[in-house]
């Protein structure tokens, strides 16, 4: 392949310069897990002050706060009472609630007039992720949704291969990934506060690596299946995890979307196989393979392959990773930051709910189909 074709891949550097002029001031909402990585990077950003958080769990925040040596933060019992308070002293707040309470936290939010990052996936239901959208654009606020992979270099590739047009017309996705075993624990695996499993947890990462690359087409029939044979298994989980366990650890899908485009889907938490498979985005002209990936972590597993035909004969051509590629934590920074970087400009959602609202759609798609074991029409709501 020549250089031309090459370097039209390479990614460019980024050089980030933060105007400290004016001064962000957020707050927290839900001082959990995930909280962690959302106050390590507000902690390096000399343009944020982090004024307001809130726990359902008595001390938690406190304890949270204290941790991170962070002084000076008022907290509150709940989102409803700390928007009520501090929602004008606010420019944002990230939402890092577990699933089950993200629809209620980011609609109080934006109807207090306040810009949003919420944690991934968007929500549980699709009515879930029509009411967030119907209330992102009465309100007129920011919304982002929180997928840092696409701040990967490797995953901005993918869609800078489909986007050069190497691979023709795209007709054929297989995707999605998991582990062998990797059950989570805690708020993850009830309906009452994480409300999906493996499904929303990692399988929207691998639904938005493939649709983010080809544009996010219009999802329109799904027949889905979800199983929870592992994490129900005393066996395979820890026995009084998998007593409680009644989420999905397993979930498959045949998918079509607009454009005649074909979506084959899998991801678990834990099966007796390695891989379901790697990545693999056919078009007309060429073929990409992307190594069965942690897309969840933003990586993808080994160098892609790039298939063409060149001059009559069959060639494979290799895609180095980029050669730095960030942690988890400089992921996070960047998603942070891309937001943070709207609000002060007045700029676009870096992970609108126009797009997430198709990755929404085709979860809760599969997961109704699983339960009337037929295809079915997937519903995009009229925002
Ligand atoms: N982007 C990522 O890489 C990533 C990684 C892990 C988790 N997540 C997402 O982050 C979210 C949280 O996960 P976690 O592991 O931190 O969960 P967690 O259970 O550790 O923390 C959630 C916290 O939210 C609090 N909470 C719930 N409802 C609340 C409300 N109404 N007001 C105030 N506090 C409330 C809970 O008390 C809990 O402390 C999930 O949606 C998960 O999918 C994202």
Redesign the pocket.
Known sequence: MSDTVLNQFTPPTEEEAIDTSRKLKVGI?????????HIESYKQMPDVEIVAA????PG?AEKFFKRYGVEGVRL?????S?LDAEAENLDAVSI???????A??TIYALQKGVNVLL???MCVTIEEAEAICKAEKESGKLLSI???PRMDDNMKMIKKIVESGELGKIYYIQTGGGRRRGI?N???IEKK??GIGAL??IGCYSLDMVLNAIGYPKPLTVTGYTSNFLGTNPLYNNPADAARFNVDDFAAAFIRLEGDIILDFRIAWAMHVDTPGDTIIMGTKGALRIPSTEC??GTVGGPMTLYRDVAGEQTETTIPLCPEGDS?GGL?YK?IRSFLDAVKNGGEAPVPTSQILYNQAIISGIQKSAELGREIEIEIPEI
């Open positions: 909402i839900g001082t959990g897990w995930i909280a962690e990585s809130a726990d359902l769990i938690k509150y019992p709940d989102h409803k700390m890092c609630t577990y699933n089950a309470t993200h209620e936290c944690e991934k996936p929180g997928f840092q989570p805690s708020t993850f506060t994480a929303g947890d969840w972590n988890f996070f998603k």
